[in-house]
């Protein structure tokens, strides 16, 4: 390990070994906080038992990405939801007026 957990010290000769002079010097200049916790991986979304591209996209597109430009009033669900042809759906939803 670069960093040693138990005196929150970097492994200069390690350092050394993996990167060069510049790189390593830049890596030793960052400081250490003692208070810092080991490193663990979690997943709070929707299953936190288990990780999956699907739900990082949802996470994505609900969380991080400003997607509001995509929403429209109205309604646009109902319309999908209708037992017609998908052009219908279609032709529907381009002609009707926005609210």
């Known amino acids: 390990m ?3 957990h138990e005196n929150y010290m970097w ?3 390690l350092g050394q070994q993996c990167f060069d ?3 390593t010097q ?7 906080f003692p208070q810092a916790v080991k490193d663990e991986l979690t997943w709070k979304k929707k299953n936190p038992r288990y990780y999956t591209i699907k739900s990082t996209y949802r996470l994505c597109l609900k969380e991080i990405l400003d997607n509001s430009y995509l929403h429209r009033l109205g309604q646009w669900m109902g319309i999908w939801k209708l037992i017609v042809p998908v052009k ?3 032709f529907a939803i381009i002609k009707l007026p926005n609210p």
């Open 2 to 4: 670069f960093l040693n």
């Open 11 to 13: 492994n200069y000769h």
């Open 21 to 23: 002079h510049a790189t």
């Open 26 to 32: 830049s890596i030793l200049d960052m400081p250490l």
């Open 88 to 90: 219908v759906k279609i």
